[in-house]
Structures are given as C-alpha cells and as structure tokens.
C-alpha cells in the first residue's frame, strides 16, 4: 500500500499537471481568438465557397469588369496599371501599358528561387547597381534557350516595392480587339513567354542549386554570381542586414551553410565559403567567452564564436548567428521584392545594429517571427 507521504507527492503532482494542461489550454484559446481576430470576415455564402481561393488577379479583375475599365483607371494612375501574382506555375505582373502605339496588355514573368537568388546577390554585390541592372536584363535574356527564344520576349526591368530591382522576362499584345478579361486569357494562350515557366524555377525543384554553367554565364556578363562551395547557394557579403558576412537571401538560412555539396550530415551551424579548402568543422565556445542578451530574443549571445568572429552569435546549442527570420503578412508583390533573409541577433545596451529600422518596421507591420524552435525539434 502507498505512503502517506508518497500519495501526497502523487497529488501535488497531479494537481501540478493538471495547472499546467489548463495554462496550456487557456493560451491555446488566446492564440486562436488573436489569428482569427486578423481572418477576413466572412459575410456571405461566396465568401466561404470562394473567398480562400481568391486570388490578386482574381480581385484585379472583379474591380474592372472589362478591359475598357482597367484602361479608364490606368490613365487616372498615369498610364500603368499592374497586378503581382504568384500560382502554381510561377510569378507574373500583368499590366496594361500605354506606348507611342497605343494601349498593351503585358504579361511579366519572373525568376524565382535559386534563380532569383542569383539575381539578387549579383545585384547586391556589384560596386555599379544601376549598371548591374542592365548587366543582368542581358544575362537572363542570354539564360533563355535558343528553342524558347521569341522576337515578342524580352528581358526587362520592372518597378519595385522596394530598393531591389524587379527583373524578368515580358511579353505584350496589342489591346485593341480585347473586350473581356476571356478575351485576354485567350490571348495568353498564345503568349510564348509562358514556356518560360520551368525556366525561370533555375533547377525546376525548391531550393535545389543552381549548375555551375548558370553562375559561369552570369560572371560571363560581368556579374560576381558567387557560390557557396559547401551549399552551392547564391551568397554575398554585402547585404544591408549582415555586412561583410556571406548570406543567401532566399530562405531562412542566411549565413548557415548545410555543407550539402561536400557530403556533411551533421547539423552544427557553419558559415558560407567561397572554396571547399576553407570548409572545416564547425568550432565550439569555450565557456569562457563574454556573454549578453539578445535585445530581439531571450537568448544570450557573444561575438567570440571562432566561427563567427565579429558576428553576435547564440552562446549555446548550435550557436546560431540568426535571430529572426520574416514572417508572412505581405502582398505578393511586397513579399517578392522583399529581401528574404534571416534578421541578426543584436545585443542589449549596445545600440542600434545594420537591421535595427528593418526589425522595427516588420514588427510594426506584423511581418516578423522568431524561430526560437528547441534544438530537438531542428533535427
């Protein structure tokens, strides 16, 4: 028969459990009431049949009934008027455009991934931006296969949301004749530009990397297009938020290397490098080091990683110079342009770091989220 004492350890630590599953649940039931307190409500039938599926070219299009409309409103907006979407095949601006000949419907195609990736870093990394734009509408249009080249394509560049240029490829028809938004979408299907799809993936598959002729090809046209020799990912040391420090900036890896290329399974946090002689195992924290708070997060962190000298760097667990990463909560266009890389981690008291105003926008804009997952749950 049980104790005295051990049936009343037995029920403080019932009633312990008990307190915690009814903490846990009371903030479940917070979490819920704030994520649905930002879902769109819905008002109608429509609304909860179609209201998920709707799309911004969906929402374009039921705002200007006809083509005649959109044109209305493009010369009230200064003679452009454009619509960023992303589906299933790939990321488009469809937009009416007025020339010296007259009204176009024009459809945009976009590089996306390790593609984009590559755009990006080569943009960042060049002492001329503005002639690396040019520089880059020429390597696309050079990226394109004789079999999928076309008179009516070409590489262009298109404004942005932000500082980072919109860079892809385009195709236009004339308006006249086009009614309907069938009208239009009949239209497209004679578009070639849409055989591009696969093309503007790089490797057709998420976040595979890009062949070495890619890079070659852009360096041929006097772009940088470095490669991480561990990852094989688009990187540069010149991005606003990590400064002098290797990133790619199309995932939430940032400065991280997965070491994929030279067959590296273990999952300690190690940088980019250029060449495979500099890759070596990740080192480890002595204990000793100086230690202080992340000021974004509740971690502490030092700037004496030997793998990441200068850099503040998580002091325990995999050591990871990351903080935060962006969230979701961005239009398309918004959320394309967006340089999309890992925030750094910034000590407390030490002042204001490169990604201070980024952080600050993002959480006043609800668009940030800290991936503070247990390490057991990284596996």
């Known amino acids: 028969m049980m104790g005295k004492r051990a049936q009343q350890k037995r029920a403080a630590k019932h009633a312990k459990q008990a307190k915690q599953r009814k903490a846990a649940a009371s903030r479940s039931a917070a979490t819920f009431a704030a994520v649905a307190a930002n879902l769109p409500q819905l008002r109608s039938m429509d609304d909860i049949l179609f209201g ?7 929402d374009f299009t039921e705002t200007h009934a006809t083509v005649d409309d959109a044109i209305a409103a493009a010369e009230k907006a200064g003679g452009v008027l454009s619509c960023f979407s992303f589906d299933d095949s790939g990321e488009y601006e469809r937009s009416l455009r007025q020339d010296a ?4 419907y024009e459809v945009a195609l ?3 991934g390790s593609l984009r990736e590559l755009v990006m870093t080569s943009w960042l990394d060049a002492d001329d931006q503005d002639q690396a734009v040019e520089r880059l509408r020429c390597a696309l249009a050079a990226y394109v296969p004789d079999g999928l080249r076309h008179p009516g394509i070409e590489a262009v560049q298109r404004p942005s949301t932000t500082s980072v240029p919109r860079i892809g490829w385009a195709q236009s028809v004339p308006v006249a004749g086009l009614r309907t938004w069938e009208d239009v ?3 497209e299907k004679e578009m070639a530009l849409f055989a591009l ?16 002729e890619t890079f070659a090809l852009f360096r041929a046209h006097g772009l940088s297009a470095r490669d991480c020799a561990g990852c094989g990912a688009p990187v540069t ?6 400064p002098g420090v290797l990133v790619s900036v199309e995932n939430e890896f940032g400065p991280v290397c997965a070491r994929s290329r030279l067959g590296e399974e273990s999952l300690q946090r190690v ?30 962190v030092t700037e004496q990683h030997p793998d990441w000298p200068g850099v503040w760097t998580e002091a325990g667990g995999y050591c990871r110079p990351t903080c935060a990463a962006p969230g979701f909560g961005a239009d398309d266009a918004t959320q394309y342009d967006l340089v999309d890389c890992v925030y750094p981690h910034a000590p407390a008291g030490a002042g204001e770091g490169p990604a201070a105003a980024a952080i600050a926008a993002a959480k006043k804009g609800g668009y940030f989220f800290q991936p503070r997952l247990p390490s057991f749950l990284e596996g």
Request: proline share 12%; with cysteine; glycine share 12%.
């Open 237 to 242: 040391d010149r991005h606003p938020h990590w």
């Open 52 to 58: 998920p599926m709707a799309t911004p070219w969906g």
């Open 271 to 300: 940088g980019h490098v250029l060449h495979a002689a500099e890759a070596r195992p990740a080192g480890k924290l002595t204990g000793k080091e100086q230690k202080v708070q992340c000021q974004y997060c509740d971690v502490h």
């Open 110 to 112: 976009y590089p996306r």
């Open 185 to 187: 979408r009949l239209a």
């Open 197 to 212: 799809a696969p093309l503007a993936d790089g490797t057709g598959r998420s976040y595979g990397p890009l062949p070495e």
């Open 101 to 104: 000949d007259g009204w176009l």
